[in-house]
């Protein structure tokens, strides 16, 4: 599936962005609001495992890369979570994007177009995300594509050598379309 914005492209993962996505995740500022399993440094053979990761998973997936100008800058997906059968219907959603790309639109644009074809093509009734307190940047993004928020967990992960919040958004399928 490949879906077209206006200022770029989402589009499934290719073994020709290992480059740019190497280059792009080997960044502390973008591994400092990720979980841990996005490695910093990030390397080339990270990038190829992801790669084969997302490539290996079952069609429809939600997984994408954001492309901007041909090159892979960032990923974004809807993962479903695996706790037990009765969160069938509810994925994660998670993201990243490149340091240089940052303030132009393009996550929330992303975010958007990505819970629409969660709904719709993946047929999932919620999407909810987890944002370090820190990270009042992509908190926004949640807000303005339509995300509510839900509560905050109080010191939930250690990360970068602390103990840190996790602000809980989340969006169903019944919500106002935005």
């Known amino acids: 599936m490949i879906i077209h914005l206006p200022k770029m492209t989402l589009r499934p993962f290719l073994r020709t962005d290992v480059e740019s996505i ?102 999932l009734f919620r999407l909810e995300a987890g944002v370090f307190a820190w990270n009042v940047s992509s908190a926004r993004v949640l807000e303005k594509a339509g995300y509510s928020f839900e509560g905050r967990l109080r010191k939930q992960v250690y990360k970068d050598g602390q103990h840190c919040d996790v602000l809980l958004y989340s969006r169903l399928r019944t919500d106002e379309v935005e």
Do not use: C
């Open 22 to 123: 190497a280059r792009h995740a080997n960044n502390r500022r973008v591994w400092q609001n990720l979980r841990d399993q996005f490695p910093h440094p990030y390397t080339g053979r990270d990038a190829e495992r992801w790669i084969e990761h997302a490539s290996g998973l079952p069609e429809p997936q939600g997984v994408f890369a954001i492309v901007v100008d041909e090159v892979a800058v960032g990923g974004i997906g809807a993962h479903r979570l695996d706790k037990d059968p009765v969160y069938r219907d509810t994925a994660e959603l998670g993201y990243w994007l490149a340091e240089p790309y940052w303030g132009r639109g393009l996550m929330t644009e992303a975010v958007r177009a990505v819970t629409r074809y969660a709904f719709d093509e993946l047929g």
